[in-house]
């Protein structure tokens, strides 16, 4: 079996948010589809262990922000590779609070969708939340972040929580293209440094051998220094 045969199954960049009591969080999820036109409603699916689960369980209510296609990494490595648990994911980001009192992330997002759940089934690591549509608007008409653009343009991983992560062992053990130059690993989140592409987001151009890299260079995805990276086979 090819587990990257999954990586076939089309997904958008989605920011769910929740709240518990008077405290808000957020996470990257690529599962979110429409389940019924009437009612609206929608499915998520998020990992039991993650911090948004326990607040969506207690408010019973999410809301999710569609990605545009120049979603930057740093904001998809806030909400998709960092804990509510650890930092305060809403400090510096454009929100506004929605009809169901939850954040809704405007950088990036094209769209917005706010749900209350009616109901959920536990899968193994994750719950898929059933949400009723109570308000949903379209903000611009940018074009779309998919999961597959993420991957293949922004050189995005799944991060261990994701319903699409592939243990990394089972990845290297498929066929790669020769390169010449070396890459290297963040071992923090799994974001790999190709010198061949280099780090727009951060100024470096291609070509830019990672040994090249400034000292204070980071992780564009998690903020993890240059001694966290190892070289990628
Ligand atoms: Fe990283």
């Given at each position: 079996m090819n587990p990257r045969t999954l990586h076939k199954i089309t997904y958008g960049m989605y920011i769910i948010c929740s709240k518990k009591d008077d405290s808000y969080n957020g996470q990257i999820a690529n599962a979110v589809i429409q389940v019924t036109a009437e009612p609206r409603t929608i499915a998520i699916a998020v990992n039991r262990d993650n911090l948004t689960h326990e607040y969506i369980l207690q408010s019973g209510v999410f809301t999710v922000s569609v990605m545009d296609i120049d979603c930057d990494m740093k904001l998809i490595g806030k909400f998709g590779f960092k804990s509510g648990r650890n930092i305060d994911k809403f400090e510096g980001i454009d929100y506004k609070i929605g009809q169901t009192g939850v954040p809704i992330v405007l950088n990036h997002a094209l769209a917005f969708i706010e749900a209350k759940v009616i109901d959920k089934i536990d899968i193994h690591t994750h719950t898929i939340f059933f949400g009723e549509v109570v308000d949903a608007e379209i903000l611009n008409e940018d074009d779309v972040m998919t999961y597959s653009y993420y991957h293949l343009v922004k050189g995005g991983k799944s991060p261990?929580?994701?319903?699409?992560y592939i243990a990394e062992q089972t990845l290297k053990e498929q066929p790669r293209k020769e390169v010449n130059l070396k890459k290297y690993e963040c071992?923090?989140?799994?974001y790999i440094y190709d010198p061949a592409v280099g780090d727009e987001e951060s100024g470096i151009p291609a070509g830019t051998l990672f040994e090249d890299l400034p000292d204070d260079w980071v992780c564009p995805v998690c903020g993890a220094g240059k001694e966290e990276f190892s070289l990628f086979h």
């Open positions: 261990k929580n994701a319903p699409t071992n923090v989140c799994g």
